[in-house]
């Protein structure tokens, strides 16, 4: 009689502790996409811009699809980031990682003249790689970030 009191006693510990689990996993942090203009799209996306999970938040790449130069494609990236932040509730000083995507390395030092100070006194950790192939839709430069809101 002993054994079986213990073992439905450790049925029961292990039951208990599923239902636990299974609660702070509905309970932990929420997933959110950020749509501009607060609308979500009448189709389904390719993929989503912005998203949230708890309090980081993370920006898909932001390319440049018109002609210029890489301080024009730069500028306007990092004007696009700003505004997917914004929207989110978070901003550039807020941004944590950055990863930078060159069409050609020789735009490395342009590109910096427009990034330097875009994210404020505390800028994020950084990676920036020339991208084999290119950039898609022709940009000189892509852009990703993680924030907190």
Do not use: W
């Not at 003249?113 to 505390?122: I, K, L, S």
């Amino acid at each position: 009689m002993q054994k079986n009191n213990r073992r439905n006693f450790l049925k029961a510990g292990v039951a208990a502790t599923a239902v636990t689990g299974a609660a702070q996993a509905q309970s932990g942090p929420e997933r959110k996409v950020h749509y501009r203009g607060g609308r979500k799209p009448s189709r389904t996306p390719l993929f989503s811009g912005a998203v949230s999970y708890g309090n980081l938040l993370f920006i898909a790449g932001k390319g440049a699809h018109f002609q210029g130069d890489i301080k024009a494609h730069t500028k306007h990236v990092l004007d696009e980031i700003q505004k997917e932040l914004e929207n989110a509730g978070s901003s550039m000083e807020k941004v944590l990682k950055c990863n930078v995507y060159l069409n050609d390395l020789k735009d490395y030092k342009a590109m910096n003249e427009v990034f330097q100070g875009r994210f404020g006194e505390h800028p994020p950790v950084r990676t920036t790689i020339a991208a084999a192939g290119g950039i898609p839709g022709d940009s000189l430069v892509e852009i990703d970030v993680i924030a907190f809101i």
